[in-house]
């Protein structure tokens, strides 16, 4: 496996016990660089491979529907890795405590990981590497151009990540290897899948949503249904929120039960120059790997002073303008505003858990418009988009958020009241776009009440 992909986040000689993939976001046993490379350090040192996931009992907005679709698609993991022959353990509680504990009890000689941007999780790691005595390397098993490779520095636009990603690519889009049972005798926990519902301390009023079956058996199955069905008209209907037209495939790379890197090799065996392919490929890499690394270098990711300089100055600029509504965090939640187009978005998404993108832009320039100020429609956004959607809690969410909001990875634009230079969207160029009318008899007409019980 190339190196290129590992941190060394400690360094230390590799002892004589087992080997320990701490397992965060990268939830699958397929096509998953940090359990490959775990799995061949535990050849090379001739020693044994357990992997363990801590689940904590609350995480930043999720809900019962996002933790049932990612422990549901544990339960998965568990039956595959015991096929392998590798030990599947489930901690909880305190994941500061619970790994270090875990390690030392198993008198593990590696502690591997997986690679997430986000605040919380660098923190988790680095309490972890302060408290454990052997090496700790983290892999970065989700981008396919490991991020610390495509760039050493905060990207502009995706103009400035593109060339450098595309570069890249020869070296890092390789193919995984698949892994083979391992011969070792360790034994399996029996993990108390019931138990676990208990201990969580979420709001379980947000259901899980039925159309998006967690796992990864199910996620190869979203990814053929796209690839036979819809990919064809992908680039022509993308932006069209009554076709069907999307892969649907983001809650499953935001769990990790699927990698993006497979998708982009299966693609890569059709035309390249089919411009559903070519537009698809931009969104899979270049514009996911684009949210990586704006996280991964910018620690305001999901606050106002991680815009640009132009933005929150013309934002600043405007904060006293006069907003023609102004709604709070419940009005919006509640979908309680004049526009039923943008009440039909929000109910699209606290009914199905995950809302059109075109859509998505639309949202939330218009919390920008209706609430007193950017820094509060940020909150709301980012609020609301962490609640209800399966793939909330993601790179691909803050910036996207801070995209609408705030003007990141975009350009000025022609100036107007609250906006100042960010980026417009109306309900007109949305009637240009796509039949408004029918997308609101589709989710505009819901039952309110039974959907906030
Ligand atoms: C306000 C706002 C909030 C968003 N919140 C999220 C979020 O929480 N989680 C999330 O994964 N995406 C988010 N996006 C990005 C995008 O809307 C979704 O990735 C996409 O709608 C997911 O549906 P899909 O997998 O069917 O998309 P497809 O069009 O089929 O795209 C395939 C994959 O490409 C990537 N992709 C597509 N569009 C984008 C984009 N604009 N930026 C980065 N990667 C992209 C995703 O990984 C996606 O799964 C947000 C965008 C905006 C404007």
């Known amino acids: 496996m190339n190196t290129k992909r590992i941190k060394y986040l400690r360094e230390a000689e590799i002892g004589k016990g087992p080997i320990i993939y701490w397992m965060q976001r990268e939830q699958r046993v397929n096509d998953n660089w940090a359990l490959i490379y775990a799995y061949e350090k535990t050849k090379e040192n001739n020693t044994e491979l357990i992997v363990v996931f801590n689940l904590v009992t609350k995480f930043l907005e999720a809900t019962l529907r996002q933790y049932h679709f990612m422990i549901e698609g544990l339960k998965e993991i568990e039956e595959k890795l015991n096929k392998l022959n ?75 990540i593109r060339p450098k990603i595309n570069k890249l690519l020869p070296e890092f889009l390789v193919d995984l290897p698949k892994l083979k049972k391992l011969s070792q005798n360790i034994s399996s926990p029996k993990i108390n899948w019931e138990n676990i519902y208990k201990i969580l301390e979420i709001d379980n009023k947000v259901k899980p949503v039925e159309d998006f079956v ?42 990790g039960q699927i990698s993006a890197q497979r998708i982009a090799l299966i693609l890569n065996n059709f035309d390249g120059n089919d411009e559903s392919i070519k537009s698809f490929l931009e969104e899979l890499i270049v514009r996911r790997e684009l949210s990586d690394n704006f996280c991964y270098y910018n620690k305001n990711y999901d606050n106002f002073d991680g815009f640009h300089d132009w933005a929150k100055q013309s934002l600043n600029e405007h904060r006293n303008d006069k907003r023609e509504y102004i709604y709070n965090l419940e009005e919006f939640e509640q979908a309680k505003t004049h526009d039923e187009l943008w009440n039909s978005a929000q109910l699209e998404m606290v009914k199905t858990g995950k809302m059109h993108g075109y ?25 609301l988009n962490d609640k209800y959607e399966l793939d ?62």
């Not at 069905?229 to 932006?239: D, G, H, V």
Request: aromatic share 14%; glycine share 6%; with cysteine.
């Open 214 to 255: 967690p796992g990864e058996n199910s996620a190869e199955k979203i990814l053929k249904n796209f690839i036979e069905n819809k990919l064809n008209n992908y680039s022509e209907a993308r932006n069209d929120p009554n076709k069907n037209a999307l892969s649907n495939i983001s809650p499953y790379l935001h769990f």
């Open 86 to 160: 590798i030990p599947f353990y489930l901690t909880t509680g305190t994941l500061e405590e619970e790994i270090p504990k875990f390690v030392k009890n198993n008198k593990a000689s590696l502690l591997v990981t997986d690679f997430n941007p986000l605040k919380i999780i660098r923190n988790w790691q680095e309490t972890v590497k302060s408290k454990v005595e052997i090496p700790f390397h983290q892999v970065d098993a989700h981008n396919i151009v490991p991020v610390w490779e495509a760039s050493n520095k905060l990207e502009f636009a995706a103009y400035t």
């Open 392 to 453: 909330g809690r993601d790179p691909n969410g803050y910036v996207g958020l801070a995209w609408s909001i705030g003007g990141v990875h975009d350009r000025a634009w022609t100036e107007r009241p609250v906006y100042g230079k960010i980026r417009y969207m109306n309900y007109n160029g949305c009637k240009r776009k796509f039949d408004v009318k029918s997308y609101i008899e589709k989710f505009g007409k819901v039952d309110q009440e039974s959907l906030f019980k």
């Open 359 to 383: 859509m998505r832009m639309y949202w939330a320039k218009k919390i920008l418009e209706w609430t007193e100020s950017p820094e509060e429609a940020l909150e709301i956004g980012i609020y």
